[in-house]
């Protein structure tokens, strides 16, 4: 049993034993003829096996069997000195075996249960009954009634808090339950596209150096065309561009393996890259990490990013985005900033599946992945709406106990 509920119990005892003191004396000042001295030693060795509990510590406490044999064996001495199953207290013996079934194993707890029902049967043959003169009859009548309503409520009680105890963790596993399948199925999703993903990259290795080819062709073919010229250039950078990108998509496997780099150079080269890739989008860097450890970036935050920028990119009518980073330790906050408002697709703040893209030929996977990317690093990602636009917010934690010093 566990540390809280056994010193619950200990707790419980001694209101209990306080109860039974009070009972007792109101007896006794009616005049009603009880074994007084073995009621009192009962108690005695209830409070004395009480105290040792309390006094002995944590490993005695954890021996639940032994306090609630005690329990059973000094309630049915009470029972027996006090009138066997007319007492009201007989309803006592349902609450030792709710608190056994609470934390002990089955067979203790029918063991328990089994020995109560005996013990109440035996009762009714052998019990020392309640003597009261006439003219306290009434009274007896009344304590009687006192007793039932008396352990009624410490029965209530007692049973409330470890019911809805048991129906909150119950609902607390069902949640839990919940977020693990979510998450299975978001990772089974991701496993599918990390699998077509690494088929494209191979299948698009040999368009990418037949169009390579190419664009040196065309390079060398009209070179002496300043318009043409500058059309070649930015087909060949945006070719570069791709082969980079695969050739990230392969260093994500682990056969590579490069130094450290502060986490300002790793953020600039990642929106440096992007800016190849969207030239006619203006964006605005505004970086303010000074004191930015030098840690690696997972390798799958890069492209989670790039997601995020085309996303932003795609759905600002002016064309500019500002992106601003700020290390508030241990913590990268990046914001996304641009014009327009949220689509109503994705005015979700955890979007745990794929969404309906609002562009034309958007597969609405972007903001899945990164979401997905951000949740797995242990990072989270919000978008809000306002008059100024669109804010998109990732956060990812970057410990600085497994940060490189920079040098």
């Known amino acids: 049993m566990d540390l809280p509920s ?11 034993l306080g ?7 109101a007896l006794y000042l009616g005049a009603v003829e009880l074994p007084w001295p073995a009621l009192a030693l009962v108690a005695c060795s ?31 001495a009470l029972l027996y000195l006090t009138g066997g199953p007319a007492n009201p207290l007989v309803s006592m013996y349902l609450l030792l075996i709710a608190l056994a079934a609470q934390a002990m194993p ?7 249960a089994a020995a109560s029902m005996l013990a109440y049967a035996l009762l ?34 007692v049973l409330a808090g470890p019911l809805a105890r048991l129906s909150r963790t119950v609902r607390e596993r069902e949640l839990e339950l919940g977020r693990i399948r979510e998450t ?72 590579l393996a490069s130094p450290a780099e502060p986490v300002s150079q790793q953020l600039g080269h990642l929106v440096a890259n992007w800016r190849n890739l969207r030239p006619q989008i203006e964006l605005d860097y505004q970086p303010a990490l000074a004191t930015a450890p030098t840690r690696w970036f ?25 992106v601003q980073a700020d290390w508030q330790a241990p913590i990268l906050v990046i914001r996304i900033r641009h014009a327009g408002s949220l689509p109503p697709q994705l005015e979700l703040t955890h979007p745990a599946m794929p969404v309906a893209s609002s562009k034309q030929h958007g597969m609405g996977l972007g903001m899945f992945l990164a979401h997905a990317t951000l949740d797995k690093l242990g990072g989270t990602l919000r ?6 636009g669109v804010c998109t917010t990732l956060t990812l934690p970057l410990p600085t106990s497994h940060a490189v010093s920079p040098p």
């Not at 978008?383 to 100024?388: E, H, N, P, V």
Request: hydrophobic share 50%; aromatic share 6%.
């Open 298 to 322: 997972d390798p799958s935050f890069g492209p989670a990013l790039l997601n995020l920028l085309n996303n932003a990119a795609d759905a600002s009518p002016d064309g500019r985005i500002t």
């Open 124 to 157: 009714f043959r052998w019990h020392q009954p309640i003597m009261v003169a006439g003219e306290h009859s009434d009274m007896l009548i009344s304590l009687h009634l006192a007793g039932m309503w008396l352990t009624f409520c410490v029965c209530g009680i």
């Open 106 to 112: 089955a067979t203790r707890t029918w063991l328990l």
């Open 46 to 76: 209830l409070a004395s096996a009480n105290l040792v509990w309390s006094l002995a510590g944590p490993a005695r406490w954890a021996a639940l069997d032994i306090q609630l044999g005690v329990d059973f064996l000094c309630l049915t």
């Open 19 to 25: 109860l039974c003191l009070l009972a007792g004396g």
């Open 184 to 255: 299975q199925l978001r990772d089974e999703k991701l496993v599918a596209l990390g699998m077509i993903a690494a088929g494209a990259a191979h299948e698009l290795g040999t368009p990418l150096n037949t169009l390579t080819l190419l664009a040196d062709d065309l390079a060398e073919r009209y070179a002496g065309d300043p318009e043409l010229d500058d059309d070649v250039r930015l087909m060949r950078n945006q070719l570069g561009a791709c082969r980079r990108a695969l050739g990230r998509l392969k260093q994500q496997g682990g056969e």
């Open 6 to 16: 056994s010193i619950r119990i200990v707790r419980l005892r001694w209101a209990i």
């Open 383 to 388: 978008m809000d709406s306002d008059a100024d």
